[in-house]
């Protein structure tokens, strides 16, 4: 189907459209928003976008609970070149979900537990919750990544009791200097349980009267706790034993129970989520818990429509506001903000926090509820199962600018540049850049290029394990289990 611009689409809506019908279904409904929003919706589709289904979902629960909507969007769909059997296509494969992949280090767990989440050895840049790709090959790297750091790590070559001792809770809970002195414990030679929770109570006497003069009570005492905890813990061991063979990991395939336009996409700003998603985003932002006053304000003032419009009656407003706080008007940030929540997307404040990419949003969430793990399951109590971003190689070049061609050494390469990307919540927005590998004539540089920045492939963080459901799980002496449904991940949210 060829891309046409929203202008050209709503012109065919227009044009194709019967006047009479069109204007009476306009009449028959005095708020605007939900046909503007079909528009949105079929233009999305048409002009190409690759997940629609979130937003084609929205406008089809909105033909059923509205006639009115549904008779423009009966005339709009058609005139758009959308047709019915589309639309059906779309819904039902939102209702399949999204099939995903989780690879990792680990072998020994069929399930996957929420609980769990922040225990694994990823770093979760992009939210707390568990991680899946949609790329096969991206979760066996994952593997293969992962299985080599089990190798080197101490805690993940012992086994206890027939289990990596990583996988204990018992030691998972335990913290700093003594989970690190346990694991060399426990790796040492003809090691057992008995001496094991010796070798710690010497060690607990020698540590303690070495810091007892330099540290504080509180720590002392929280380090006596702690290794009070590991000698319990060894004194229960029966066995130890190390794996000297490397662990081969595990890759699951799942179906995730959403549409994609269900989550939140970190790399767009409000105007690029589903209408599902924008409603929980303008929920959450017109809650002072989640974005408080004095947010709100600094966000407004920081913003590149107050510097470059420092006149503006809105600006001038917000900028007198700041000087009765300082005045000592403890009021004056609460009354300016009820006031821009009272106006909702009349305000240039508000709007500017809902125009922020997903990104930007998370992480204010995140810094005002306490941590990544609140603002998850506020967006999860809102109605948003999950997060999606661009996986690393779509991060550095899809939707890019071919910035041209070079000769080096009788090679020739191209280089890709992405304008205003964040690495991750709470990294800075900047530049992209990719250069491609080389080849023989400029023409395959560029087109490698150019095809590129036409992929987008995305990663998923899910907040719930009740909305994964396993099919599968191999990587190891081939299929492990096939046709295995579960509905609950214990593994890391990497």
Not at 159 to 165: A, L, N, Q, S, T
Not at 338 to 349: H, N, P, W, Y
Not at 462 to 476: A, M, N, Q, S
């Amino acid at each position: 189907m060829d891309r046409i611009t929203l202008g050209e689409l709503r012109q065919q809506i227009r044009d194709n459209s019967p006047r009479r019908k069109l204007q009476e279904a306009m009449a028959r409904n005095p708020r605007m928003a939900e046909q503007q929003e079909a528009m949105w919706g079929v233009g999305e589709l048409v002009l190409g976008f690759t997940e629609p289904a979130g937003t084609i979902m929205d406008i089809i629960d909105s033909f059923s609970s509205n006639p009115t909507t549904a008779a423009f969007g009966q005339l709009g769909i058609v005139a758009g070149g959308v047709s019915g059997r589309n639309l059906r296509k779309a819904k039902e494969a939102a209702d399949k979900g999204i099939l995903a992949f989780h690879g990792t280090g680990h072998e020994g767990f069929d399930k996957f537990d929420s609980s769990k989440i922040g225990t694994g050895e990823g770093g979760a840049a992009f939210g707390h919750g568990i991680y899946f790709t949609e790329q096969e090959k991206v979760a066996k790297e994952y593997r293969k990544q992962l299985t080599v750091n089990r190798v080197r790590r101490i805690d993940q070559k012992v086994f206890v009791d027939g289990k990596p001792v990583s996988e204990v809770d018992a030691y998972s809970d335990l913290i700093g200097p003594v989970k690190i002195q346990l694991a060399r414990v426990l790796s040492e030679p003809n090691i057992n349980g008995t001496t094991a929770s010796r070798f710690l109570e010497d060690a607990k006497a020698r540590f303690m009267e070495r810091v007892a003069k330099g540290e504080s009570a509180k720590t002392v005492e929280g380090l006596n706790k702690e290794y009070d905890r590991a000698i319990e813990f060894t004194k229960s061991i029966k066995k130890i034993s190390i794996n000297k063979k490397p662990p081969k990991g595990s890759i699951f395939k799942v179906n995730i129970k959403a549409g994609k336009g269900d989550l939140l996409d970190l790399d767009s700003p409000l105007s690029g989520q589903s209408n599902s998603v924008r409603k929980a985003i303008e929920k959450l932002a017109a809650d002072p818990k989640n974005i408080p006053d004095t947010v709100l304000l600094d966000i407004f003032l920081k913003s590149d429509y107050a510097r470059h419009f420092p006149n503006a009656a809105d600006v001038r407003q917000a900028a007198n506001t700041t000087l009765e706080i300082s005045a000592g008007n403890q009021t004056a940030a609460k009354q300016w903000a009820d006031k821009q929540r009272q106006l909702g997307k009349a305000s240039s404040a508000f709007n500017l926090v809902l125009n922020q990419n997903g990104s930007a949003f998370y992480a204010i969430l995140s810094r005002k509820l306490g941590s990544a793990k609140a603002a998850s399951e506020a967006l999860r109590e809102a109605g948003v199962p999950g997060i999606k971003y661009l996986d690393q190689m779509s991060r550095y070049r899809s939707g890019g600018e071919i910035l041209g061609t070079s000769h080096d050494a009788g090679k020739w390469t191209s280089k890709i540049r992405v304008q205003g990307r964040s690495g991750g919540v709470n990294m800075p927005v900047q530049d992209l850049f990719t250069t491609s590998p080389k080849f023989d004539t400029e023409d395959e540089a560029y087109e490698w290029a150019a095809e590129q920045v036409k992929v987008s492939t995305h990663n998923f963080v899910v907040f719930d394990d009740k909305t994964i459901d396993i099919l599968k799980k191999y990587g190891f002496a081939g299929l492990a289990s096939a046709g295995l449904v579960s509905r609950s991940v214990r593994d890391e949210g990497e």
